[in-house]
C-alpha cells in the first residue's frame, strides 16, 4: 500500500541556518505530493504541493522538488526564522484511493535565535 | 472567513459516556474527514465522506461513527469510547476528492478518556 516515510525528529537549527527535511514515498501511479504545516496549537495547513514529476511546490521559503526516479520530496529552506518551528507533514494523494492523504509520522523543527 | 470549525477543542471524559464531535465547514465542500493524530504516527483517517450521505471508512473505524445529513456538518460519534481512543482529532475538508486537491483543516479536538 501507499506508505510515506519522513526523517526522524526533533530537528534543532540556530536561525538562519539551512534547513532539509526528507521525504520519501512508495505508491503507485503518479500520486501528488505535499507538505503541511502544523504551528503550535493548530491544525495542519498546506505549505506546498506538486503534483507531477519534476514540479517544484514553493511558498514562504520553502521548496521541495518531486523526484520520481528517487520517489522523494524533501523539504528545503535556506534561511530559517525562529517563526518557522513548526511540525512538517510529508503526505500524497493517489488518484483511484479512496483515502485522499497519506501522512507520514511528522518532523518536529525547533528553531532557536 | 473560509474555515473548519470544531467543537470543542478540549474535552476529557470517561469510558463508555457517548460523545460527539462537531466539525463544519463555510466552503461548501463535498469532501470531507476526520483524522486522529497520534505521536510518531503522523495522521490517520478514520472515516471519510465525499458527499451529503455518502460516507466510507477509512484507515482506523473502529469504535467511530460518523453521518453526514447536511453538506456543511459532518460529526464525529463515539458511542463508547475507550482510553486506547485518546487522541488529537481533526477535521478538514477540500472541494472535491481529487488527488490533487488541498485539504483545510479545523484546529483540532484533544480527547482524554479516563
Known amino acids: 500500500g501507499d506508505s510515506v516515510t519522513q526523517m526522524e525528529g526533533p530537528v534543532t537549527l540556530s536561525e538562519e541556518a539551512f534547513l532539509t527535511i526528507n521525504c520519501t514515498y512508495t505508491?503507485?501511479?503518479?500520486?501528488?505530493l505535499f507538505w503541511y504545516v502544523q504551528y503550535p496549537g493548530e491544525g495542519l495547513q498546506l505549505l506546498l504541493k506538486?503534483?507531477?514529476?519534476?514540479d517544484k511546490g514553493s511558498n514562504k521559503g520553502f521548496e521541495a522538488t518531486y523526484r520520481k526516479e528517487t520517489t522523494s520530496f524533501h523539504l528545503e529552506k535556506g534561511s530559517v526564522q525562529v517563526s518557522d518551528s513548526a511540525v512538517y507533514f510529508c503526505a500524497l494523494s493517489r488518484s483511484g484511493s479512496a483515502r485522499q492523504l497519506t501522512f507520514g509520522s511528522g518532523t518536529q523543527l525547533t528553531v532557536l535565535p | 472567513e473560509a474555515q473548519v470549525t470544531q467543537n470543542p477543542r478540549y474535552l476529557i471524559t470517561v469510558t463508555g459516556k457517548k460523545l460527539t464531535v462537531t466539525c463544519s465547514q463555510n466552503m461548501n465542500h463535498e469532501y470531507m474527514s476526520w483524522y486522529r493524530q497520534d505521536p510518531g504516527l503522523g495522521l490517520r483517517q478514520i472515516y471519510y465522506s465525499m458527499n451529503v450521505e455518502v460516507t466510507d471508512k477509512g484507515d482506523v473505524p473502529e469504535g467511530y461513527k460518523v453521518s453526514r445529513k447536511e453538506k456543511r456538518n459532518f460529526p464525529l460519534i463515539l458511542e463508547s469510547p475507550s482510553p486506547n481512543q485518546t487522541s488529537l482529532y481533526f477535521c478538514?475538508?477540500?472541494?472535491?476528492?481529487?488527488?490533487?486537491?488541498?485539504?483545510?483543516f479545523g484546529p483540532g479536538t484533544r480527547l482524554t478518556v479516563l
Open positions: 505508491a503507485t501511479g503518479y500520486p501528488s
Open positions: 478538514a475538508s477540500s472541494p472535491q476528492r481529487g488527488a490533487s486537491d488541498t485539504q483545510y
Open positions: 506538486a503534483t507531477k514529476a519534476d
